[in-house]
């Protein structure tokens, strides 16, 4: 079993729609868990990372974390054609572990 | 402006050619990393460093060397460059650990022929 999971796409939604992104993982000991986004050509960019289970919001954007599934969740509300990119889940057991990345979705959202 | 700066973007050479690619942050970031990402294989780190003289060896090292002689420098080193290390590679920095977020590069593209 791979030891995070995601499902590569390409995910297409219409404007304005609720977008949920995910991933599943095996390692029961990680602790840290973050989004990226990434654009053709680009490194990916951090959107936001949360410690343990929860949920953070950030703007349009809210993570959810569920340890007892070890299943993580990103959401985009109001999704806007600029949000086509792809999201990179990662994860780690420590603070200063090394990250292990979930392979990418890629998000279309049509105009 | 915060960033971590790659050279170069693009890159063609030739198999066993040494090469040299520079990462620079200017964030006074203890972390830096370098990775490679491959279609199918997602994200892999290469190597890490936790601070200046302090490296280890992440997923895939082999091939590959790096230095930290000063913060603010990571450069990634291929002795003698092969096919397989075609790839897109980012460097990386954080300044809190890995775990609260790394800061990319835009990446340098490499074809080794």
């Known amino acids: 079993q791979k030891e995070v999971e995601q499902d590569p796409g390409p995910l297409s939604v219409p404007e304005g729609a609720i977008v949920s992104l995910n991933c599943t993982y095996s390692n029961s000991a990680f602790q840290y868990f973050m989004w990226y986004r990434q654009y053709s050509r680009k490194g990916p960019e951090l959107l936001m990372y949360?410690?343990?289970?929860g949920n953070k919001e950030d703007g349009r954007f809210t993570a959810q974390v569920d340890k007892s599934s070890k299943y993580i969740s990103l959401f985009i509300r109001d999704s806007q054609p600029s949000d086509s990119a792809t999201y990179l889940c990662?994860?780690?057991?420590?603070?200063?572990?090394?990250?292990?990345f979930g392979k990418g979705t890629r998000l279309h959202i049509l105009p | 402006e915060a960033q971590v700066t790659q050279n170069p973007r693009y890159l063609i050479t030739v198999t066993g050619k040494k090469l040299t690619v520079t990462c620079s942050q200017n964030?006074?970031?203890?972390?830096m990393s370098w990775y490679r990402q491959d279609p199918g294989l997602g994200l892999r780190q290469i190597y890490y460093?936790?601070?200046?003289?302090?490296?280890d060896k992440g997923d895939v090292p082999e091939g590959y060397k790096v230095s930290r002689k000063e913060k603010r420098n990571f450069p990634l080193i291929l002795e003698s460059p092969s096919p397989n290390q075609t790839s897109l590679y980012f460097c990386?920095?954080?300044?809190?650990?890995?775990?609260?977020?790394?800061?990319f590069g835009s990446g340098t593209r490499l074809t080794v022929v």
């Open positions: 949360t410690y343990s289970s």
């Open positions: 460093s936790m601070n200046v003289e302090v490296t």
């Open positions: 964030m006074n970031h203890e972390y």
């Open positions: 990386a920095s954080s300044f809190r650990g890995a775990s609260h977020g790394y800061t």
């Open positions: 990662a994860m780690s057991e420590r603070g200063d572990d090394k990250i292990i």
